[in-house]
C-alpha cells in the first residue's frame, strides 16, 4: 500500500512569486500527501493576505514549465480529488519556458479582443475587461495570454502571430483545461478520460471492450 503521510505546513513561505512558495511547500514535502487548502494557504500573499485566484495556473507551471511530477488522483489511484503529491524533487530535462507573445503580437491580440476575457461557452463570452474587478472570483481581473491551440499539444506556438492566441482572465486560465483545440474543435479524448472518476472510466472501458472485442488483443 503506497503511503498516505501528510503534508505539513512548516511555517510562513516568504518568497517572492506565487510559483516559488508552491514549489518550496512541495520540496519541503517530498512524498507527502498535500491538500488544495494547503496549497492556497501557502500561495497566500504573506503581506497583504490575499489568496491568488491563479494559484492553480503557478502549480500548473510547476509541472509543464519547471519539469516537476506532481501526482494527482488522475494518475495515482490512493489520492483523492483536490490532494496532491511531489514524489520526488527530480526534474525532466526537457522542461522549459512556456513560449509567450511578443509584446507587438500580445497588443494585437489585447486590441482585437476589446481588451477582455475570449473565454466562451457556446454564444457566451466572459468579457471581464482587463483592470476591472472579478465579481465572481474577487480580485483585479489581469488578462494573460493563451495558447488557442493547447499547450500539451503544441508548445511552440508562433509569438509573431496573433491568430494562435487569446487573452483570458486567470479565473478562466485556471478553468481552462487542455480538452480541446479551439482551432480545429478537435477534443482531447485522452485527457478527458484521464480526468474522468472512476465510474466514468469504468463505462469508457466497458464500451471500448464491446467496440473492440476479440481485435483488442491484436491490436495491443
Not at 513560449?99 to 454564444?123: D, I, M, N
Not at 500539451?152 to 486567470?170: E, F, T
Request: aromatic residues 10%; hydrophobic residues 35%.
Amino acid at each position: 500500500m503506497q503511503s498516505r503521510e501528510r503534508a505539513v505546513i512548516a511555517g510562513t513561505y516568504t518568497q517572492s512569486s506565487v510559483r516559488a512558495r508552491i514549489e518550496a511547500f512541495f520540496l519541503d514535502n517530498i512524498g507527502k500527501v498535500a491538500t488544495r487548502e494547503q496549497i492556497m494557504e501557502v500561495a497566500t500573499d504573506p503581506k497583504t493576505g490575499r489568496t491568488p485566484e491563479n494559484w492553480h495556473q503557478r502549480l500548473s507551471e510547476l509541472r509543464t514549465d519547471y519539469g516537476y511530477t506532481i501526482l494527482t488522483w488522475r494518475n495515482r489511484g490512493d489520492l483523492r480529488v483536490s490532494e496532491y503529491l511531489m514524489p520526488s524533487a527530480e526534474r525532466r530535462e526537457r522542461a522549459g519556458e512556456r513560449v509567450r507573445p511578443t509584446t507587438a503580437t500580445w497588443q494585437a491580440v489585447l486590441e482585437k479582443a476589446g481588451y477582455r476575457c475570449a473565454w466562451s461557452e457556446g454564444v457566451e463570452i466572459c468579457g471581464l475587461v482587463d483592470g476591472a474587478l472579478d465579481p465572481i472570483g474577487g480580485g483585479t481581473v489581469r488578462l494573460t495570454p493563451d495558447h488557442k491551440q493547447p499547450h500539451s499539444i503544441n508548445p511552440a506556438a508562433d509569438p509573431n502571430d496573433p491568430d494562435k492566441w487569446q487573452p483570458l482572465c486567470g479565473r478562466h486560465q485556471v478553468v481552462k483545461k487542455n480538452y480541446w483545440d479551439d482551432e480545429t474543435g478537435w477534443l482531447n479524448v485522452y485527457a478527458i478520460v484521464q480526468s474522468a472518476s472512476e465510474a466514468e472510466k469504468l463505462r469508457v472501458y466497458k464500451f471500448l471492450r464491446d467496440y473492440f472485442g476479440q481485435r483488442g488483443r491484436l491490436l495491443l
